[in-house]
């Protein structure tokens, strides 16, 4: 398996909290960089949060003190745990590996 593979993403309340899962093979997964990407219709993609393969992480403003990027490196997988989510939080969600893996990409959706 090469190709990132996202979970985890569904219908939340808001102010509610979801994680993203983007799970990947044990060689790609040691070497890269992951980022979590998110594109509403007709916006550009965005890159919300990263984490280096030595775990250092960054975040887009508007996700700073709600989101955590991390790393599990007993499951080759990266997490995106969102938390006090906000109707603008809605997009679709996509991992990258490296500089061109991408994931399928999993709908979030905030709505009361």
């Known amino acids: 398996q090469v190709q990132p593979v996202e979970s985890g993403g569904g219908l939340v309340q808001p102010g509610g909290s979801l994680r993203l899962s983007c799970t990947t093979n044990?060689?790609?997964?040691?070497?890269?960089?992951f980022g979590w990407y998110r594109q509403d219709p007709g916006k550009q993609r965005e890159l919300v949060a990263s984490?280096?393969?030595?775990?250092?992480?960054s975040y887009t403003d508007s996700v700073t003190g709600r989101f955590t990027i991390r790393r599990d490196n007993t499951k080759n997988t990266v997490y995106l745990q969102m938390d006090s989510l906000k109707p603008e939080d809605t997009a679709v969600y996509y991992c990258?590996?490296?500089?061109?893996?991408w994931g399928q990409g999993t709908q979030v959706t905030v709505s009361s």
């Open positions: 990258k590996a490296g500089q061109d893996l």
């Open positions: 044990k060689i790609i997964f040691s070497a890269y960089t």
């Open positions: 984490i280096t393969n030595t775990g250092r992480t």
